[in-house]
C-alpha cells in the first residue's frame, strides 16, 4: 500500500466515520436517569443510617451480622434498578405516533367533548 | 468534619467527576455505539446503559486508573454491551454497519453525490472487516482515539493494536479496490 493511497483512504474513513451528536433530548433524559439514581442512592445512605440506634452500629462491627443489611440492600439495589427501568419503559410508550396523536388530538378538541363513534 | 458528613463530601465529590466524564464523552459512547447497532434507536438503549454500569462502577475505576483517563474504559463498556446486543440478536436480523447513513456534508450538490456513493461504499466494505479490526477503525476515527487508548479499550498491548489497524486498514483498501 503506498503512503499516498493510505493517506487517501484514512481521510475518507475520518469522512465515513464523523462523530455522531446524540439527539438533545436523548442527553438530558439520560442526565435526568442518572441524577435520579445518584438522589435516590443517597437518600437511602442517609436514613439507613439514620434509622440505626448505637447498639445496632456496635452489632454491624461483627461481620456475621452483616447478611441482613446487604441482603436488604441488594433489594434495593434491585427495586430502584426496576423503577429505572419501568420509568424508561413508560417513557418510551409515551413518546412516538400514538402519543403525538393523542396530544394533537386533545390540543384540537374542545374540553369535554368526546371523539365521535 | 462527622464520619457521615466527609461520606456525603466524597459521595458529591464522586458524582461531580462523573458528571464531568459523561459531559466529556456522552458523544464518544454514542457514536461508537451508533457505529456498532446501526441505528439511533438502539444507539440510545446502549448509551445509556453503558453510563448506568459506568456509574457503578465508577468509584473503583477511578480509584485503580491511577490518574489516567478513563475514555477507554468507557468505551470498553460499550464495546462489551455491544457484543451482548449482536449475541442475543444473533437469532434475528440484525441491523449491521451497512444500515449506516454516510453522515451529510456541506459541499456542492455534485461532491455530494459523487461523495456520498464513495463513503457508501467504505461503510459497506468496512462491514467484511472481522469484528475487532472494524471495531478498532471506529475509535480511532469516529472517536480519534490513540493507539494506546484503543489498546486499553480492546485490552490488547499497543503493538498488537498498531498491528491491527495496520491490517485493517490494508485489507479495506484491499476490499476497496475489488470494485
Redesign the interface.
Known sequence: MSDESQVRLEALLSDALRPIEPPEDFASRVETTLSAITEQAAAELSSWADELSESELESLRDPRNWVRPVAAMAAGTLAGGALVIVGMRRRRRSTGFRATAGSVLRSVRPSGTAPRR | MSE?AT??AT?AEL?RA??DL?RAH???V??YA??RVGN?HD??DL??QA??QA?RHFERARRESNGRPLRPWLIRIAHNLASNYHRDRARRPTANIEAVE??S?PHDTEQIVE?RE??RL??DR?DRLSDDRREA??M????DMSNREIARALGRSDGATKVLIHRA??Q??EE?EKE
Open positions: 457521615s461520606d456525603a459521595k458524582d462523573f458528571e459523561y456522552l458523544r464518544d454514542y457514536s451508533y457505529y439511533h444507539a440510545e448509551t445509556e453510563f448506568l456509574y454516510p453522515p456534508h461523495g464513495e463513503l467504505v461503510i468496512l477503525l471506529i480511532r476515527f469516529a472517536l486498514i490494508k479495506l483498501e476497496m
